[in-house]
């Protein structure tokens, strides 16, 4: 996995091309957006529905999501990780019309500030504080994390791009913190546009040729992806050869017992992170709120929902393929990333962790074995409490990705240089559209309204800036400290929980409950991470999809009860504030209905049951 990656000079120039290109098209979209914070934060409401949908897309699919879930489907999951795209097109169905319709009528800038109309400002500040956090210390360090493991694994060794994690998290930090802080949304979305189109093909280009690769390699050095494959001649396609050697991958239904995806998530735990990611997350709702009219952004979001449909068919289906093609690389990938966790806690003079080895990884690593014993009776003698950690062997399935670009794509066509030139946009993209969001909330929400609430046009729009530059530096220095986490994908949303069900919780709530009082939405959001980190601590073993359905409807239950007990005298009114066109689209209503018929048939087509078993 370290042998340097060949790249031929037509894949160089199209990846430098590819990239300038992007820049550009950002820097001179730029121009005239600095004039005031509506232009700069919202693009001056003025995105077209095309612009919107791809834009959404870009935003969300990024290295996160093409190295965690192309992993997670190497992984046992299979296909079932494909739910967090399906039923994110039905989310988005929803929230075109039962949403957007609130958010634009209202006329905010930001997520926070619809629940200062709702509840009061404690609300409003207390998610503003969370977001800020999630947006920092989760999206922002996630995607630099991933992008620069991703862009360093695949250049590892090359003269001229082998950066180290850190060297390329700071290339991906810059690049996207320079359009952004001169454009603002409006640059993000046009670079967008490019991004998210190269991202959707380049996916489509891997799945095609890892199909073709599977069905032209003999069934004898295949791997299968699960206990029970079925027999398959050598003869045989490659999609044959996929469902045959991978039938349990392609159930999206998995058992109640499930750490990851139960089927109880299907029902209840998954849509919760859906519903606050895509109605209420500011980093992609930003973008709708940027919207021309309510039409243009429902037609947008039900854009987005139908390329929705899409994605794992270009990121999972290469993820099992690549198991069953490259397992033995996976493995050697895991065997080197457990020798650089052990070298750095023997280098680390704090190191208070004692490593457990079996006899025949002793006999595998003699010398390795000889450090580690020294490193633990060390940390012993020290007299510090101790952390004991096993070093096991498996697989590395986040390496999927990489390897599938490494070893599937044909050096010197330009494929190689379009595809990773799509990555790296999708990378800075995601990480554009986090700077954007992170500025927004902490420019309205914090800055204008404790710290100078006469701040002209011109200084917000330079605060702004000047926070996209400040949280850029944070998120390149925190993302290489995230190497201890395992699956990036499963740590954004493992810990997304602690904010996600009770900003949820609160917002539905407060839809649907015009008259519980304001202190009911604080206690929401306050009550929610203390439920979600006390089930986290004493019960481990429930999913954490499953943790956010309790604490979901625990929030819901308090609040109501609030209410019940204390219930405002007239009910509270969402007035309009809004000079746009709140007229609802026909069309989109039709489509969107459409998206959500078709993603039942496709869970029934993957379902026990279903023809693709």
Request: proline share 4%; net charge positive; aromatic share 12%.
């Amino acid at each position: 996995m370290t042998e340097a990656f060949k790249i031929l000079p037509l894949d160089l120039v199209i990846f430098f091309v590819f990239i300038g290109c992007v820049i550009a098209l950002g820097l001179y979209k730029s121009k005239g957006e600095g004039r005031d914070s509506e232009s700069f934060f919202l693009a001056g409401r003025g995105l077209k529905w095309w612009l919107i949908g791809v834009s959404l897309i870009a935003a969300n699919i990024s290295s996160e999501q093409f190295v965690g879930m192309s992993g997670q489907a190497a992984d046992y999951l299979g296909m079932a990780i494909g739910s967090y795209e399906w039923m994110a097109a039905i989310t988005l169905v929803v929230v075109a019309f039962f949403f957007l319709p609130y958010f634009l009528k209202t006329g905010i800038f930001t997520m926070p500030h619809f629940l200062e109309h709702r509840y009061n400002a404690t609300a409003r500040t207390l998610m503003s504080v969370c977001m800020m956090v999630i947006l920092i210390g989760v999206s922002l360090t996630g995607v630099i994390y991933a992008g620069g493991l991703t862009m360093s694994e695949l250049f590892a060794g090359h003269p001229m791009l082998g950066f180290s994690l850190t060297g390329w998290c700071w290339i991906i930090g810059l690049i996207a913190a320079l359009y952004v802080a001169a454009g603002g949304l409006n640059a993000s979305a046009w670079a967008d546009l490019i991004q998210g189109i190269a991202l959707i093909v380049g996916g489509a280009i891997i799945s095609y040729l890892a199909i073709a690769k599977l069905g032209m390699t003999p069934v004898a050095e295949l791997t299968a992806g699960s206990a029970n494959p079925k027999e398959v001649a050598d003869s045989a396609g490659g999609l044959a050869k996929l469902f045959a050697l991978n039938p349990d991958k392609f159930n999206m239904v998995l058992p109640r017992n499930d750490k990851n995806i139960p089927w109880t998530a299907l029902i209840i735990g998954l849509w919760i992170p859906n519903f606050y990611y895509w109605g209420l997350n500011q980093y992609i709702t930003q973008r709708i709120l940027g919207s021309a009219s309510l039409k243009e952004g429902q037609k947008g979001i039900v854009f987005a929902a139908a390329m929705k449909l899409l994605i794992p068919f270009v990121v999972v289906i290469p993820g099992i393929i690549a198991f069953n093609l490259y397992s033995q690389d996976l493995a050697v990938a895991q065997e080197r990333a457990n020798e650089r966790a052990i070298q750095k806690e023997i280098a680390s003079a704090a190191s208070v962790v004692v490593f457990k080895v079996t006899e025949d990884w002793q006999a595998a690593h003699p010398e390795l074995a000889a450090q580690i014993a020294g490193h633990n009776a060390k940390v012993q003698a020290s007299g510090q409490p101790v952390k004991e950690t096993e070093i096991k062997g498996g697989y590395k399935f986040d390496a999927a990705l990489n390897l599938m670009i490494k070893k599937v794509l044909p050096s010197g066509s330009g494929l190689v240089g379009f595809v990773l030139a799509a990555l790296l946009g999708a990378i800075v993209s995601s990480l554009a559209a986090v700077l954007n969001a992170a500025s927004t909330i902490f420019t309205i929400d914090i800055y204008q309204k404790y710290v100078n609430r006469g701040a002209s046009q011109k200084g917000l729009v330079g605060c702004g800036r000047v926070c996209v530059g400040v949280f850029a530096l944070t998120g390149c220095v925190l993302a290489p400290l995230l190497d201890q986490f395992g699956s990036i994908f499963k740590y954004i949303q493992e810990f997304q929980g602690y904010v996600s069900p009770g900003i949820l919780a609160v917002f539905v709530f407060g839809l649907i409950n015009r008259r519980a009082p304001g202190v009911s939405g604080v206690v929401g959001l306050l009550l929610n991470p203390v439920l979600y980190g006390g089930m986290a601590f004493f019960a481990p073993d429930i999913a954490f999809l499953d943790r956010m359905a309790i604490c979901f409807f625990t929030v819901m239950a308090v609040m109501w009860l609030i209410g019940v007990a204390k219930p405002l005298p007239q009910p509270v009114e969402f007035k309009t504030n809004s000079r746009l066109n709140l007229e609802t689209s026909r069309g989109a209503k039709i489509a969107g209905v459409v998206v959500v018929v078709v993603t039942v048939i496709l869970y029934i087509i993957f379902s026990p049951l279903g023809i693709a078993r």
